[in-house]
């Protein structure tokens, strides 16, 4: 269930919601007029979202260009490619 708070209590209580969005590691709505207004979070909940967002994004990326195309790779055949360029990397790194 969603944390919703009205926005004075940002100033009056700030440390009962800094401490309600670290236990939860859920976001806080903060209401304005009995509208919403802005959210808080913790650090730690921001970046795991975001992270989360980008995995979405390249997960979507990878579908369309699976559309896009009829050429497939094997688990083996993806792996054996990483393998070789971090070796690769490795190898130029100690030059």
């Known amino acids: 269930m969603p944390h ?5 209590d940002l100033r ?3 440390a009962d919601i800094s401490r309600l969005v670290h236990e939860t590691a859920e976001p806080v709505f903060l209401t304005k007029n009995g509208y919403g207004d802005m ?3 913790s650090i730690e909940t921001y970046e795991r979202k975001l ?4 995995i979405y994004f390249k ?3 990878a579908e369309l260009e699976a ?3 009829d050429k497939r790779f094997s688990h083996e055949e993806v792996f054996s490619n990483l393998r070789s360029r971090l070796a690769n990397k490795v190898d130029g ?3």
């Not at 992270?51 to 980008?54: G, I, K, L, N």
């Open 4 to 8: 919703i708070r009205p926005v004075s």
């Open 12 to 14: 009056n209580n700030f």
């Open 39 to 41: 959210v808080v979070m």
């Open 51 to 54: 992270f989360e967002s980008e």
């Open 59 to 61: 997960l979507k990326e």
């Open 67 to 69: 559309k896009s195309t």
């Open 93 to 95: 790194d100690n030059v």
